[in-house]
């Protein structure tokens, strides 16, 4: 069978088994062992368990559940709400400063959870009620959470990124540090949509502040400031030549887990199994996910599929930035299905030779790759994060909370389009601190 139409075939059972409601990497394994068996005789099974296995054979991976760790401890205390108050006393004076103060409280819980759902939940609990309090209009009020938490995958430290580093061997380093500035373009992009909505649609007098002292002001942050310090120290000592991220986040997950008990009490043993618990469910689910995707890129590369997908992409007649469109538009429909993990795991090997081929620099793509599956977190049928809100909010319907996401994601497809324009916003950064790229 011709490789094309024998990938075509693949496709269409991927999806129609994905679809059926098995977990993704149970899947993946009933895709790829069918076809391995079909197209390459029984004798290729046997290397299923040795593909599965190498492929978490990586010292890389060791980041993945410490850097869950140690987003979910941040996640079991009152972080989120601690640090969504500090904003909101030191930047209630400025018009509109509350939606403001939410999504500069969702970019830095982001920052230290690298969870959306988590960060959607933990500054959706405090800023929805008070956003809606004030007078916000609930889509601006629902919707900004649920787009600011989309960011808990973009700005690092970040699991998304992790997996992409290890699925095309990618410095990870480097892609923290590609996050950086275009986490930052989105929040100011929700931030001026936020503040321009709120205008046209709510009563000026209520954006007015809510007055505190200079003692209310202050006295909020030393609950905060341990964790900004934590987000810092990782990062100067993963960039500093000091650790490799799999010791920064082991070391960082145990600082999270001792201010949680020092600060927030979180004394009881119940409380640290709990984190521990659902840490280790979230972690094996991804490890599970990578290794099958280990498997199924084994299955596509055995039976020739990538190698002819990329080639025939590359006697496409193309502008190369019409190439990028087709493989943003193929993201975005993936990422309307599939969790981020499973769409990066299963594209990688096929999109990475067709864009390094077409001259995009990777690092750049693993940017332009997140922000697709950030807007998946927030569109329809699966869209996570409107799940998270309607759960926090179940009086806003799900629909006004979808029609208050959509603004933000045209600022995320106005984010690809600067990006696309001016590639220097993902990488200058990552070629300042670790040199050019090869």
């Known amino acids: 069978m011709d490789p094309l139409v024998l990938g075509a075939l693949v496709a269409f059972v991927t999806i129609f088994v994905l679809f059926s409601g098995v977990s993704v990497a149970i899947g993946l394994l009933i895709v790829s062992a069918g076809f391995l068996m079909v197209f390459d005789g029984l004798r290729s099974l046997e290397l299923m368990p040795e593909i599965l296995f190498g492929k978490l054979d990586n010292f890389a991976l060791l980041s993945i559940p410490m850097f869950i760790i140690m987003g979910s401890s941040i996640a079991s205390t009152r972080a989120g709400a ?51 309090k004030r007078g916000y209009p609930d889509g601006v009020a629902a919707g900004s959470i649920a787009a600011g938490g989309t960011l808990g995958i973009l700005i690092p430290p970040s699991v998304t990124m992790i997996v992409y580093g290890i699925a095309t061997e990618s410095s990870i380093g480097r892609l923290f540090l590609a996050g950086v500035f275009p ?30 002292s200079w003692k209310q002001k202050f006295e909020i942050l030393p609950k905060v400031l341990p964790f900004l310090l934590i987000i810092l120290g990782v990062l100067y000592a993963m960039y500093g030549g000091i650790a490799t991220p799999s010791e920064t986040a082991a070391v960082g997950a145990l600082l999270c ?46 039976l020739f599929i990538t190698q002819s997908i990329a080639e025939w992409i590359g006697t496409l007649d193309v502008n190369r930035w019409v190439l990028m469109a087709m493989i943003n538009l193929f993201l975005l429909v993936a990422g309307f299905f599939l969790p981020p993990v499973a769409v990066i795991l299963m ?22 790759l997140t922000i697709n599956m950030e807007i998946g977190l927030i569109s329809p049928p699966v869209g ?8 926090i909010a179940p009086d806003i319907s799900l629909k006004t909370i979808l029609l208050g996401s959509l603004p933000y994601v045209a600022c995320m497809v106005l984010g690809i389009v ?10 200058w950064l990552p070629d300042q601190v670790m040199g050019q790229g090869l």
Do not use: Q
């Open 384 to 391: 996570l994060n409107l799940y998270v809100i309607n759960g």
């Open 183 to 212: 986490g930052l373009l989105l929040v100011a992009l929700f931030m001026a949509w936020s503040i321009y909505a709120t205008w046209r649609s709510g009563d000026t007098r209520v954006l007015s502040a809510t007055h505190y």
């Open 418 to 427: 600067l990006l696309c324009l001016f590639p220097g916003i993902a990488t």
């Open 82 to 132: 601690d640090l969504y108050e500090a904003l909101e006393r030191w930047l209630t004076r400025i018009p509109g400063g509350l939606v403001i103060s939410n999504l500069g409280a969702c970019a830095l819980f982001a920052a230290m959870s690298g969870s959306s759902p988590a960060t959607c939940a933990a500054i959706g609990k405090m800023g929805i009620p008070e956003m809606r």
């Open 257 to 302: 887990l001792v201010i949680a008990v020092l600060i927030y009490r979180m004394w009881h043993p119940r409380d640290l199994w709990v984190v521990l618990r659902d840490s280790t469910r979230e972690s094996v689910m991804i490890l599970f996910i990578i290794a099958a995707a280990g498997v199924f890129s084994y299955m596509l590369s055995s």
């Open 347 to 368: 594209a990688a090997p096929i999109l990475l030779p067709i864009i390094t081929t077409a001259g995009f620099d990777p690092i750049w793509f693993a940017v332009v």
